[in-house]
């Protein structure tokens, strides 16, 4: 086929990463060749399956997931989906938008557990109440 990898890219990878695997693993030398031979085709199957292409729906989810990522990576910030700026908390934030927590997870199509407030600065202000002993009966 026109769109196989010529068949010295196969043997380049085969070689490339069998000698990765051999530097970390002890295999006996009757067992070299047929180790091989198996990663070899283990490559050819992989690299010749048709892709399949995800459709408008699957990609749309991937990225929306993406972006939900993206935007919690940081403990110390999350990422506003509003002005794509940094912020501990943004309750206020979004409040200055005319939205509510609910609205804007509605209107960015976020989860419902969507957290609104970043993890570090939620622990810091629990260490405060611990603390000031809030909570606590007299």
Do not use: W
């Not at 769109?3 to 069998?18: E, G």
């Not at 180790?35 to 990609?59: C, E, F, Y």
């Not at 940081?74 to 939205?99: E, N």
């Amino acid at each position: 086929m026109k769109n196989d990898p010529p068949q010295r890219d196969f043997a380049a990878l085969t070689v490339t990463l069998l000698s990765s695997f051999l530097s970390h693993n002890r295999v006996s030398t009757g067992d070299l060749p047929q180790l091989i031979v198996a990663t070899h085709g283990a490559l050819r199957s992989i690299m010749n399956k048709p892709r399949a292409v995800p459709s408008d729906d699957q990609q749309e989810q991937l990225l929306r997931a993406r972006v939900i990522q993206l935007s919690l990576a940081s403990p110390s910030h999350i990422i506003s989906m509003v002005d794509g700026r940094p912020y501990r908390t943004l309750k206020l934030h979004i409040a200055t938008h005319g939205l509510t927590p609910d609205e804007y997870r509605k209107r960015y199509n976020l989860p419902s557990d969507y957290p609104m407030v970043a993890p570090e600065y939620s622990e810091a202000r629990r260490q405060i109440a611990k603390r000031h002993r809030l909570g606590h009966k007299k």
